[in-house]
């Protein structure tokens, strides 16, 4: 497509139950990252996927959060039991990756969480 | 290992004044250097970027940033202030071709009439 797509855009859940967030990223972008943006704080790095190699899983906070990126395109981040302090909008970018000269990322629109 | 700061999580100036919003990076081998605007209910979107080459780079909507290995910086400036530079702005770093990029926590610029 013609950015990078998410979904959903807001999702309203109660503590305990577990979400899914996609993220569907430019055609042709090999690297796809997941960041998390809760309110008055920066950008935190969750997890980065680039081509067949294993993914940087090295920012995902606990173990209640995972990441799948099939066929090398959409990448699903699920977050399981969620608690409070899961509210956030959670951020989806892709980029060339290796195949550009620098790293820039477009971002997408983003899907607010709040887990009630 | 990379990090960014950002100094002044708010700036207020006036319209027609400079802006000047700081950034200073730490990174173990020379470094790719981002500013990314987000614009109120708007996604991030690049404003300006450095990989290598000349130090000071030039972006959209009039914003131009001076890369200063000695000071570790990269400082984005425009030389007046317009009402629709009101945004949140983040300084990012990278230090390889792809990888992770680093963001600072933002600074709200605020812009008054």
């Known amino acids: 497509g013609a950015g990078v797509s998410q979904s959903p855009s807001n999702k309203v859940t109660e503590k305990g139950k577990d979400v899914e967030l996609r993220c569907d990223p430019i055609?042709?972008?090999?690297?796809l990252y997941w960041y998390r943006q809760s309110l008055g704080q920066g950008l935190e790095f969750l997890i980065y996927f680039q081509g067949n190699s294993a993914p940087d899983k090295s920012g995902l906070p606990s173990d209640r959060f995972s990441a799948e990126r099939t066929g090398g395109s959409v990448s699903t981040l699920t977050i399981q039991r969620t608690q409070q302090e899961d509210s956030a909008v959670y951020l989806c970018?892709?980029?060339?990756?290796?195949?550009?000269?620098?790293?820039?990322?477009?971002f997408g629109a983003g899907s607010r969480l709040t887990v009630l | 290992a990379q990090s960014v700061t950002q100094l002044g999580s708010h700036v207020s100036v006036s319209e027609g004044a400079l802006v000047l919003l700081r950034c200073n990076y730490s990174?173990?081998?020379?470094?790719?250097l981002f500013w990314y605007v987000q614009y109120p209910n708007q996604g991030l979107q690049l404003l300006l970027k450095?990989?290598?080459?000349?130090?000071l780079v030039k972006g959209i909507n009039g914003f131009e940033a001076e890369f200063k290995k000695s000071e570790t910086s990269f400082h984005l400036t425009k030389p007046s202030a317009h009402m629709s530079d009101a945004a949140e702005y983040f300084c990012?770093?990278?230090?390889?071709?792809?990888?992770?990029?680093?963001f600072g926590d933002g600074t709200t610029l605020t812009v008054k009439p």
């Open positions: 450095y990989t290598t080459g000349a130090t």
């Open positions: 055609s042709g972008h090999t690297a």
């Open positions: 990174s173990s081998v020379p470094p790719y």
């Open positions: 970018a892709s980029s060339f990756g290796l195949l550009s000269g620098a790293n820039v990322l477009t």
């Open positions: 990012a770093v990278s230090n390889t071709n792809a990888g992770k990029s680093t």
